[in-house]
């Protein structure tokens, strides 16, 4: 008996993200409720009504999957009204150090704590960050994971210059076309405080 989100969203909006998943029978799906404004909740036999707005998101090229047929052109034509592409994190180094402190923000708040980065370490780190050997292949995701590594394994709330300085290294070998290392080994100073 949930509502869902096509029925949540009637007169509000919906977003999805990855369109590109959706199989082909759930795109039709989606192209009916965009242009009739009614679908068929799983399970129901009888249409439901929802007036929503949609945006979608892709990190596809929605016309090329189009011409391989794992898209829709109808359905691809409906959402196709406005286009917005936004560059990848390392395409705007200007945002890495208001997402480095909200990242450090989120984390505290998670956990309780108040991390940050001691002395010249954040300098290093932002050079780093911004710097054309920062390829944030995963965007943000790349940024948040980093940030919370490092705020996991700061003693007493301070992200030290050595722990910028592994970090570094493990996004190098993380990032390298030929990895050597294994980039998911654990820290000493992270032995004994997680379960492996």
Known sequence: Q?????RAADTGMLFLDEVCELGLDE???????V?????????????VSSNFQLIAGTNRDL???????????????????????????????EDIPSNVEFELRRFGHAS????????????????????????WRSNFRDLSASITRMSTL?????ITQALV????????????AHPSAPVDAIPEQ???RVDV
Request: with cysteine.
């Open 112 to 135: 309780g704590e108040n991390e940050r980065f001691s002395g010249a370490a954040g300098v290093t780190y932002l050079d780093f960050a911004t710097s054309a050997q920062a390829l």
């Open 154 to 158: 700061a003693e007493n709330g301070r």
């Open 2 to 6: 949930r509502q869902g989100l096509l």
């Open 63 to 93: 016309r090329a999957e189009c011409s391989k047929g794992n898209f829709r052109e109808d359905l691809l034509a409906r959402l196709d009204l406005w286009t917005f592409a936004l560059p990848s994190l390392r395409e705007r180094p």
């Open 27 to 33: 795109q039709a799906m989606m192209l009916r409720a």
């Open 190 to 192: 992270l032995k004994g």
């Open 35 to 47: 242009e009739n404004k009614q679908f068929l909740p799983m399970g129901a036999d009888q249409e």
């Open 165 to 176: 300085s592994e970090e570094i290294a493990r996004l190098q070998r993380a990032w390298s």
